[in-house]
């Protein structure tokens, strides 16, 4: 919510402030540039950090960057605070992996990534035609102030409710057994052993670059951030300024793709630890789902070849569709990650995947720089092209990473 906004403010925040197309992508690449850049800082601050504190002091922090945007009048304050946003959400992540790696057992992770996961595409999608809405009613900087409010409040939330397994008063014994021997590291040191614990050394961070199968999974996550990327930013302008809908048209139509993603984020978590349970090997769970819809992605292009603005939708709804279905990468991490590394290798992970937040918005801006878009679906179906092909020549066998000399 807080990284779309911007998006759907995009068409008025343009027009009021009298922004270029050219402008508006810097504004949208700012929070990718921050973001992608500290991933790995981010991972390695996961590592060392305990969770809850630091993920109800980052998102504190996160939610105050969204309020002040509704405050600004140039473009520098704008990129600055699009930039601050990053900073603070970059070690989100690889907290919500480490997270979800300390709850789950193997076989019932790759579900519980995709329903956290799904959740960014059913709010994208309930809250798009609300955020247009309230652009309608109050302008485009009442966008910002709603979004920061409710996520302080998600700030209050995530300290009520979230413990680690260890720490949680209705976890059992026996419950905290079935997650370790099914794979889950539930073992998150206390604050005592998290003061006494060795600090971070090089050889991990080198481990997380040494790897063909984890090289694999990176390249392929900053090809699936083209899409998710179109249509975090852009797309509202798409229907607008491209195709001819009126703002609340867009707002509800928008709508309609992230449903698409939800549907196929919560399908492909589902089949992945089906087939694993069914007795297909950790590979061909694991990759099938990511496949399908990395070619499905594709679709994208055909919005190329129609007037019909029902057919649009129906393709973008299906290249989404397909994202989701590709969405749960992070189950890689996961799995392939040294299992003292999760943290840094998850920032790697994600700061070469967003990679595409701090390229693709402005790639997008430069190649639709005319009011045409043709080329920038082009663009985004070759690259979901080039990672349907990493995943399947790079990624090999898909089982846990052991540390040579270890």
Not at 2 to 24: K, Y
Not at 267 to 288: I, P, Q, V, W
Not at 301 to 321: D, G, H, K, Q, S
């Amino acid at each position: 919510m807080d990284r779309v906004n911007i998006s759907v403010a995009g068409p008025d925040l343009r027009e009021d402030l009298g922004l270029s197309m050219v402008q508006m992508g810097l504004i949208f690449s700012a929070f990718g540039w921050t973001y992608s850049l500290l991933q790995i800082p981010g991972g390695i601050v996961v590592d060392l950090v305990r969770t809850r504190p630091l993920y109800g002091t980052i998102m504190f922090l996160w939610s105050a960057a969204t309020l002040l945007q509704g405050a600004v009048n140039s473009l520098a304050a704008l990129i600055g605070l699009r930039m601050s946003l990053g900073v603070f959400q970059a070690p989100s992540y690889p907290a919500h992996n480490k997270m979800v790696t300390r709850w789950f057992p193997d076989r019932e992770r790759a579900t519980a990534i995709a329903v956290y996961t799904s959740a960014q595409f059913l709010g994208l999608a309930a809250l798009s035609p609300i955020l247009a809405a309230v652009v309608g009613f109050g302008g485009w900087r009442t966008v910002f102030f709603v979004t920061g409010a409710i996520s302080f409040a998600g700030v209050l939330l995530m300290m009520l409710f979230y413990r680690d397994p260890r720490d949680h008063p209705g976890v059992t014994p026996e419950e905290l057994e079935e997650i370790r021997r099914g794979g889950g590291l539930v073992d998150e040191p206390s604050r005592a052993q998290h003061a006494q614990r060795p600090g971070f050394v090089w050889s991990d961070l080198a481990e997380a670059f040494r790897h063909r199968q984890l090289w694999g999974v990176y390249i392929g996550q900053y090809c699936l951030g083209a899409l998710f990327l179109f249509f975090l930013t852009w797309f509202p302008t798409y229907l607008k300024e491209y195709r001819g809908l009126y703002l609340m048209t867009t707002g509800y139509l928008g709508a309609v793709p992230f449903l698409g993603a939800f549907c196929g984020v919560l399908l492909s978590g589902y089949l992945s630890d089906l087939m694993l349970r069914r007795g297909f090997s950790m590979s061909a769970a694991r990759k099938t789902p990511v496949l399908c819809g990395m070619l499905l992605m594709t679709v994208v292009v055909a919005a190329n070849y129609t007037e019909n603005n029902a057919l649009v939708i129906a393709f973008m709804t299906l290249a989404f569709f397909g994202n989701g279905l590709a969405s749960i990468a992070w189950v890689f991490v996961s799995t392939l990650a040294p299992a003292r590394c999760i943290g840094v290798v998850g920032g790697v992970f994600n700061f070469i995947g967003n990679l595409s937040g701090a390229t693709v918005p402005s790639i997008i801006a430069w190649l639709a720089r005319d009011g045409d878009f043709a080329p920038a679906l082009i663009f985004i179906a070759v690259v979901s092209l080039i990672g349907f092909g990493s995943y399947l020549f790079l990624v090999g066998e898909v089982r846990r990473i052991e540390p040579a000399g270890r």
